[in-house]
């Protein structure tokens, strides 16, 4: 079912509307009420666990501020024992995520995630379940630069920003024993990121560039998952008039996984990159928006090739504040 939902996600890639416009020509004058959609600071994915969206990134394109609700899909296959020869499993991670963005004051603000997980594999003797509570986590972001006239030809914004993983997640240290350690609800970590962007902006055509990297700490289960290396870049392109706005996107994101470590010994085989490329759009009405998006792997090698993405679905549905 999941890959129709990926070819009607592609059919419906350019379509949208939306009335958060003040001009036909250009929907974004105020380059301020452009906000950034690529922090993509959430605690891990392929190899990392807690699979909380890693390169689909964090905020919306239409709403800088905003409460709503994603729904992330990503498919995996990982080989159901250690030998070239064993059998590949499906893995099927599914987040429910609760999120916002709330300004503070004209240049810090506070975003905010609280993911619920329920994840399932198939293997040789059935389907393993797993739900839950996943980690929330917490990030404030300082603009270092803004443009200062809406009026500008080109126009740049620069933030960073810094945040905290909570452990609220369940952890199950027996999962640590299969080929994907990353099947679980949560690191059982206190994890904290560093993260920064760049955007520039000519009319209605702009590039987005992001960097973050997350720092991981050991569990009390003297388990570590692996520091975490997050890069990206989007061209975006905003079409509107006096009824609705499209906003198509397309690009590309990596991402860079250290080696996992059991009581302070590296885990072999826990390490691993996968380069994507990713289309999406956003569309909105009154103050609803809804965002669609859509990753599948270029390059990959994870895990020791023991593990395989196939690629990822998310769809947002925000409530602009």
């Given at each position: ?185 949560g690191t059982g970590s206190w994890d904290y ?22 720092l991981k700490t050991e569990n009390d289960k ?100």
């Open positions: 079912m999941h890959k129709y939902l990926f070819i009607i996600l592609l059919l419906t890639i350019q379509i949208g509307f939306s009335n958060k416009i003040k001009n036909p020509i250009d929907p974004y004058p105020n380059f301020q009420q452009y906000s950034f959609k690529n922090f993509d600071f959430e605690d891990c994915d392929a190899c990392g666990c807690s699979a909380n969206g890693g390169s689909m990134g964090f905020s919306s394109m239409i709403d800088q501020n905003f409460v709503g609700l994603r729904y992330m899909y990503q498919s995996y296959q990982s080989r159901d024992g250690v030998f070239n020869n064993s059998p590949w499993v499906d893995e099927n991670f599914n987040t429910l995520q609760a999120w916002g963005r709330v300004p503070l004051t004209d240049r810090v603000e506070v975003m905010a995630l609280v993911p619920y997980h329920f994840n399932n594999r198939e293997n040789m003797v059935g389907t393993q379940n797993i739900d839950g509570l996943g980690d929330i986590t917490v990030m404030g972001f300082y603009t270092l630069l803004k443009p200062k006239m809406d009026t500008l030809p080109t126009q740049h914004k620069v933030q960073v920003g810094v945040g905290i993983k909570a452990p609220t997640g369940r952890y199950d240290s027996e999962n640590n024993g299969s080929v994907n350690p990353s099947f679980q609800l990121t560093v993260a920064g962007e760049y955007i520039v902006k000519r009319k209605n055509l702009g590039f987005n560039a992001m960097a973050n990297y997350i003297n388990y570590k998952f692996g520091n975490q290396f997050n890069y990206g870049g989007t061209v975006f392109y905003s079409l509107g008039s006096e009824k609705f706005t499209v906003v198509p996107q397309a690009g590309l994101a990596g991402e860079l996984y250290a080696a996992n470590e059991d009581f302070n010994e590296d885990v072999p085989l826990t390490e691993g990159d996968i380069f994507f490329g990713k289309v999406g759009v956003e569309m909105g009405i009154n103050r609803f928006s809804l965002g669609l998006n859509a990753m599948l792997p270029i390059t990959q090698n994870l895990t020791g090739g023991r593990v395989e993405a196939n690629y990822r679905i998310g769809i947002n549905l925000n409530y602009g504040l």
